[in-house]
């Protein structure tokens, strides 16, 4: 092959190879998972009952309605001061994905496209979801160990026996 | 020993005793308990072990989180959290702020009677609390 043709052809795969890591790499919301700085606030109140889910996971509109419905809380009265709700909303909604095109407010970060593309292809047995370890895809830091410091790096995935 | 020392030592002998019986949750729970019922005379840890085993109306106890002894870490129903200790004889920071006492029972006696917890039923797992060696 010619020396030209060849070397597009490398870089043309080798594009393709780094869109594709871009995609699984998980920064496909527009935004990575979470600023490096984070509002304590947030870690604090949203982490008592569950890791304080990354605003870069959902797009502002889903935080706006899951902030403006705390005391019905998936089956639980979450709700928190005015002030907390407030400095909360914020934060979220300032580091929120930029990725949906529609106005849509998924509730569970579980049920987005995104999310079932890279946990719910058949990669992932099913049976792995139900491991005491694990219980719950929700529960992101059983396999995702930095997920409270937003690392959902693939290469750093260990999933518990 | 000069008789001041003795006396120092006296008034602490006295005070340190008081001290550790004095919880400022507790006391403000004995007087809340104390509006709403006048003949309340003070709490029971037996009283808030058999609340703390209730199993209620969501099929939920306050062990169905914490589990069956306030000394173990416990885990939540749903998502599986770890959640520290509730024992302050093992987790010291535990029932020393105030806001944080009254948010979770706020929720949590939600979740598991399906409605708030009274003055008396908070005093008496607070104490049950403060006894678990």
Known sequence: MHLFTRSLLTAALAACALLAQARTQGDNRGRPMQPAQVETTWQTECSGCHLAFPPGALPAAAWQKIMSGLSQHFGTDASLSPQQTTTITDFLVKHASNRWTSSSAPMRITETQWFRRQHMSGEIPQAVWQRASIKTPSNCVACHRGADRGIFDEDAVRIPK | ?133
């Not at chain 2, 535990?94 to 949590?108: H, L």
Request: aromatic content about 8%; overall charge positive.
């Open chain 2, 1 to 133: 020993m000069t008789p001041r020392t003795i006396g120092l030592l006296a008034s602490l002998a006295i005070a340190l005793p008081l001290a550790a019986n004095a919880h400022p949750i507790l006391d403000s729970y004995r007087a809340a308990a104390k509006q709403d019922n006048p003949a309340f005379k003070d709490f029971s840890a037996d009283a808030g072990r058999t609340f703390y085993t209730a199993v209620g109306p969501n099929q939920l106890a306050c062990a169905s989180c914490h589990t069956d002894s306030p000394k173990n870490s416990g885990r939540h129903a749903k998502t599986n959290k770890p959640i520290a200790p509730m024992a302050p004889s093992v987790n010291p920071k535990r029932f020393t702020d105030q806001a944080q006492v009254d948010k979770w029972f706020k929720r949590n006696c939600h979740d598991v009677l399906g409605h708030e917890c009274s003055a008396q039923d908070k005093g008496n797992f607070v104490a049950y609390m403060l006894s678990v060696q």
